[in-house]
DNA sequence: TAGTGAATTCAGCACGTACTGAATTCGGCG
DNA sequence: CGCCGAATTCAGTACGTGCTGAATTCACTA
């Protein structure tokens, strides 16, 4: 009956555990991503029995959803960005996106977000409603042009692929070229994309239409096993 | 010493098993990416036993290695994209981006290869291997431009934001937007970044160094628990 | 036709995972 | 103080993972 325990049961002083797994776990999610990140490690990195962290949290997703958060204060940087001189708006988001993204600890959650959105489905689901209600909403209220929600899914694709291409892959030179001069090019962009004539402006026969593609390059899966990454099979 | 085994042994038949252990294995890494395709799996769906797997391709990184590759000709796309006038070339890559990732088929392998290289860094180092040596480079040699590697690294982050925010995330309305209007919008983007002006012909003081970030609405991490994605924690 | 080596499978090891049930200890309240 | 319930841990279940060694069967060649 009398197993014999060591030091189990309650511990004395406050109770700071579950806040503590809630940081922990936030933490792991930004580094590792869904998969790569463990309850158990989660765990063993708060110093906190496994059991603790299915009883504070239920599942995984569970946790996942209880934790995942962006570094900034949306409300804020898009007060920020959005005042000011109207033909500025996009060097002001480019620069605030890379002085953000190039500082390792905003980085963090930020690549943890794209990580887990890439590979859990479930995933994916939340960030893409987090970003619509607090970013791309919000962003396309404050722009009193036509298709707000759309231009400002363009900017996300945008910077999204920027953190991709330039943090996550470190695709040269742009992973170490100066912050401030990709900043330019990037606004520039952003600046199109948030106010600039986009296609809606357009008659319908310059859509580009006449320029649908020759498909002699795209290799339909099927034969073909050329371009392959790294060393062929041994 | 003679143990009872059922069909054991060398099959009948052509010797196919490793291609198709290779193709289930390309399948499994484009749908599930690196962490969530399991060996086992692989050799499931290709009917066959999962030690043949480690047998013919070693690690799981080697089996990843040998498997990897992109749904286009690279060269074919580079030269019908470069080919023709030269203020088209940005819609000319838009749509045919566009139009191959569109494709169910063609995307899968690209997915995939953002996946891999989001939760495995060995194998983005890979994709920025194959990305810069097949793609970058060739299209810098194209464009008799200067920086034409930064350049092209500004097209990519554009071309992997679009493929993040459309199709693996999900973003609306850019999800559901019709290929036409996005090519046109995204084409202006390109043709910038391909041929245009960028930030190395403007004089310093034009950087944007004026626009620093009042730094106000960048959290720090540590404090602020609020913008939390989906429910709160129960 | 005999023999060799490649192809294939079985069974399993060692480990990591998410999650659970019961036992134990403590804080706080009556 | 006495007690209830929350907090915590232990030990374990059931399963999935990458990978291995030995045994078996077949194809091919000498």
Redesign the interface.
């Known amino acids: 009956m009398k197993r014999p325990a060591k030091h189990t049961g309650r511990r004395p002083g406050r109770n700071t555990t579950r806040a503590l797994i809630?940081d922990t776990a936030r933490e792991q999610f930004a580094k590792l991503?869904y998969?790569?990140t463990s309850m158990r490690r989660v765990a063993l990195e708060a110093g906190v029995d496994p059991a603790l962290v299915s009883h504070?949290?239920?599942t995984k997703l569970?946790l996942f959803?209880?934790?995942?958060?962006?570094?900034?204060?949306?409300?804020?940087?898009i007060?920020?960005v959005t005042s000011g001189e109207h033909d500025?708006v996009g060097?002001?988001l480019a620069?605030?996106v890379l002085?953000?993204l190039d500082?390792e600890?905003?980085r963090r959650?930020t690549v943890g977000m794209?990580?887990a959105?890439?590979?859990e489905p479930e995933a994916?689901r939340?960030?893409?409603?987090?970003?619509?209600r607090?970013i791309?909403v919000p962003i396309a209220q404050r722009l009193e042009t036509d298709h707000a929600?759309?231009r400002a899914?363009?900017v996300?694709?945008?910077?999204?692929?920027?953190t991709?291409?330039?943090y996550?892959?470190?695709?040269?030179?742009?992973a170490s070229?100066p912050r401030?001069?990709?900043?330019?090019?990037?606004?520039?962009?952003l600046q199109?994309?948030l106010l600039g004539d986009?296609?809606?402006t357009?008659p319908i026969d310059q859509?580009?239409?006449d320029?649908?593609?020759?498909?002699?390059?795209?290799?339909?899966?099927l034969p073909?096993?050329?371009?392959?990454?790294?060393?062929?099979?041994?």
């Open positions: 809630e991503g998969d790569r504070y949290f239920g569970d959803i209880a934790v995942v958060e962006l570094p900034i204060d949306p409300g804020a940087l007060d920020h500025s060097i002001r620069t605030a002085e953000i500082d600890v905003n959650p794209i990580r959105a890439t590979s994916a939340l960030v893409r409603e987090f970003l619509t607090n791309i929600e759309y899914g363009l996300m694709s945008q910077v999204l692929g920027l991709l291409a330039r996550i892959i470190g695709i040269e030179p742009l070229h401030e001069r990709i900043a330019v090019d990037l606004g520039a962009t199109r994309y986009l296609s809606h357009l859509k580009g239409a320029h649908e593609l020759a498909p002699r390059h795209v290799r339909h899966a073909a096993r050329q371009a392959t990454v790294g060393r062929p099979a041994s």
